[in-house]
């Protein structure tokens, strides 16, 4: 049994290898190192796959959501609606441009944002909501885009996990996450779902005005080759990474329903438990199987309900089984992002959440041999 890893990306380089090799050397000779044509390849095939109008790529995740929230002319003092329980960075970005964070609860099932929870956050001062697709399910976006509509507000999709999911409506309507609300942000971190071998991001709209605003934006703020008409940042992702994505890309579809398949294992294997509550899909899925393309399993999440979840890291540890806790801190309590506004009575599902969590290996390599090695391990610890 191959050693087993949270993330195996030597595992997985070895299917694109001769292809990353040749695309590195041509970037290398070419000295097309920033903004060259693999970068604009790579724009135009991510714009194809999601069947979005515009991408524009960025050097990273954090920095797409923020970019996100200054083509959109969001201003200090305008409040944005987050979930409690997700990575900080998406709350960092709204900090950092002087912007009201309010962090709501989230729903218990798919550990998204619960939609009553942030409808009783919206005052006059809100500006917009943050869906994040945790884990790589999509939010309810049904009933965000209806709560958006009603009051008025843009929704900017934290799709750092979920690149490639798709979300089905009530009509049957399938669209890729990301292309749902008024902008998208992503991540091409190594271990996201469409990973680079450094750091990248891109930002996806379909709206031809925002784009423009954004392609200056991430340049300086240049329209014109030193005409800087607004104030910008310098965010570009590079040709090496952008050919990594090349390689990748057509193989994010097959990438997705190996976790898929892998989730459905671990599910199978730890079915029936009373102390294990396994991760379901909400959004028209009848659950976890190998045709349905909802859940792109950026994690595989168990809540561990007897207390003994940090007991469980540790045995998996012992036994030489990487695990993770996202997240162990809900961002409310979190020394950057307290504020005197929340109450904890208004997080009872994060406040819980944080203590049941775990997250099991997840990556397209995983074999079944050890799917079976580390179901017998949590399931022999929690007899
Ligand atoms: C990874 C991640 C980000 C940030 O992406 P970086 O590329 O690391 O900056 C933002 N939001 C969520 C939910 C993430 O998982």
Known sequence: MRKIQM???????????????????????SAAFINGPEVKEFQKELENYLGAK?????????DALQICMMGLGLKPGDEVITADFTFAATVEVIALLGLTP??????????NIDIAALEKAITPKTKAIVPVHLFGQCAN??????????????????????????????????????????????????SKNLGCYGD??????????????????????????????????????DSLQAAVLRAKLPKLDEYNAKRRSSAKKYNERLAGQENIILPKTNNGCEG???????????????????????ALVKHLNENNVPCGVY???????????????????DFPITNQLVQEVISLPMHTELEDEQIDFITELVLNFLK
Do not use: W
Not at 171 to 176: D, R, V
Not at 202 to 228: K, P, Q, S, W
């Open 327 to 345: 997240y162990p801190i809900p961002l409310h309590r979190q020394k950057a992002y307290k504020d005197e506004r929340y109450d904890e009575a």
């Open 102 to 111: 309010v962090l709501v609860d989230v729903d218990e099932e798919t550990f």
């Open 54 to 62: 515009h991408v524009i790529p960025c050097a990273n995740g954090t």
């Open 288 to 310: 976890i199987c190998n045709s349905c393309d909802c859940h792109v399993f950026h994690q595989y999440t168990l809540r561990i309900t007897n207390g003994k979840r940090d």
């Open 141 to 190: 976006m049904e009933r965000i885009l209806d709560v958006a509509e009603r009051n008025n507000l843009f929704i900017i999709e934290d799709n750092a996990q979920a690149i490639g999911a798709n979300y089905t409506f009530k009509n049957g309507q399938k669209k890729k996450a990301g292309n749902i609300g008024h902008v998208a942000a992503t991540s091409f971190f190594p």
């Open 200 to 237: 990248g991001g891109a930002i996806f709209t379909n709206d031809d005005e925002l784009a423009h605003v954004i392609r200056g934006m991430v340049n300086h703020g240049m329209y014109e080759r030193y005409h800087h008409d607004v104030v910008g940042v310098n965010s570009r992702l």
């Open 7 to 29: 993330v195996d990306l030597q595992g997985q380089f070895e299917g694109i290898k001769e292809q990353v090799n040749a695309s590195f050397d041509s970037v290398l000779e």
